[in-house]
């Protein structure tokens, strides 16, 4: 197995844009490309295309050629789509990485995207509906907000969580993402914004919840012993876990006890030969307020039931325990369900190469991770990197 490093990366501007799928691929390929200028295109020879539903949103099928041929590459070792709802973005990374480490694939390409806004919003609704097992969670109406809100319900009932509690990851992350050019949203809120706006499933309210977006975002990776060749300011992937428990919500192991990110953590510390004490920053799967309050407790950073507690004492800001979310999390930048893990990957290359603004900037960060659920919260994806290789393996 070789070392393998990100060495550049580009991407789009989240949010409602009038650019169509096509559009979108190309203005981050277009980004990316011009973050590495030493890499020619005939140098790729592998492509990675995380989208989860361009079926239905935008009536594409048969993506990963199309990719190339918008990118303009011609990829002769793999060339494949991922589909892990969302976290299909980090499972594109997650294939490069693996082809590039075993020898297949000598520079990969990984890219995300998503066009999710559609003329008819409740056909956009119907379409995220699609994860879901329909003839069990779909008839009961179990899309994503009810889901959650339920897991919200349980938690506030076990462990006494508050609205105001989960408000706080919204204020958090939303106050990073105006510091983030590429976020779908800039503009700061209060815990009183959140608690007053508008009830979308009880006890979550529209702030309390990430929004779709229209996105794209690539990372290029490379073997590290070849890294030099395009950037002096590499990111290094030194390990990695994934775990799913059952699939429809009766077979879920717990609700508010995420049994597989616990087990993808354990692989993922094991990989990468750290501990959870180690992660300077976390990019986790904001996709309500809950749920970041739940991985911090999964991830071991505080005891079961205490995550409320751990945002009320602000140890998941820059300068607490962990930097959770200093990108802006989902709440803050959007979620194009494909792209979303390469949004992730490529601000912490921007991290370690310190080129996100000051107020958001995780000063000598060394190890980050970047997690991704998708499902029912059934299925958990980790990747973990690191600025160097020193001491790490």
């Known amino acids: ?29 277009k980004t990316m490309f011009e973050d590495v200028p030493n890499l020619s295109l005939k140098d790729v020879d592998s492509l990675f295309v995380g989208a989860a539903e361009p079926e239905r949103f935008a009536f594409f099928t048969h993506v990963a050629p199309m990719v190339a041929e918008y990118l303009g590459i011609t990829p002769r070792k793999v060339v494949s789509r991922t589909e892990l709802a969302c976290a299909s973005g980090q499972a594109a990374i997650r294939y490069a990485w693996a082809c590039v480490a075993t020898g297949i694939s000598d520079v990969a390409v990984a890219f995300g995207v998503e066009k999710m806004y559609m003329p008819d919003m409740a056909e956009a609704q119907t379409n995220m509906a699609c994860v879901l097992d329909r003839e069990w969670d779909g008839i009961n109406s179990m899309s994503a907000p009810p889901f959650f809100a339920m ?36 503009k700061e809120f209060t815990v009183e ?38 950037t002096d300011t590499p990111m290094y992937i030194i390990g990695t876990g994934q775990a799913v ?92 369900i494909g792209a979303t893990g390469v949004y992730q990957a490529l601000d912490l290359l921007q991290q370690f190469r310190g080129e996100v603004p000051r107020g958001r ?9 970047a997690h991704n659920l998708s499902g029912a919260a059934n299925a958990h994806s980790i990747m973990v990197y690191s600025r160097s290789l020193r001491s790490w393996k």
Request: glycine share 10%; charged share 20%; with cysteine.
């Open 361 to 369: 900037h995780v000063a000598n960060a060394e190890i980050a991770i």
């Open 193 to 230: 914004d959140v608690l007053k706006s508008l009830l979308v499933s009880p006890p979550l309210n529209l702030l309390d919840c990430c929004a779709m977006s229209d996105g794209a975002a690539g990372v290029i990776l490379a073997p590290a012993e070849d890294v030099r060749k395009y």
């Open 245 to 336: 428990v059952g699939n429809v919500m009766n077979n879920l192991a717990n609700l508010t006890e995420w049994i597989p990110l616990q087990t993808a953590a354990e692989e993922a510390w094991k990989t990468a030969k750290i501990t959870k004490d180690d992660v300077n920053i976390a990019e986790l799967h904001d996709c309500f307020t809950i749920s970041e309050i739940m991985e911090y407790e999964a991830l071991g950073w505080c005891n079961k039931g205490e995550g409320g507690k751990f945002i009320e004492e602000g140890q998941s800001y820059i300068g607490g325990k962990v930097a959770v979310n200093p990108r802006g999390g989902l709440l803050g930048c959007g979620h194009p």
């Open 1 to 29: 197995m070789r070392e393998v490093a990100v060495v550049g990366g580009g991407a789009t501007r989240a949010g409602r844009r009038e650019a169509n799928w096509k559009d979108l691929v190309q203005e981050a390929g």
């Open 151 to 186: 897991t919200a319900q349980r938690h506030m009932l076990q462990f006494g969580t508050t609205k105001e509690q989960m408000a706080l990851v919204s204020v958090k992350n939303h106050h990073y993402s105006t510091m983030n050019p590429l976020a779908h949203f800039q």
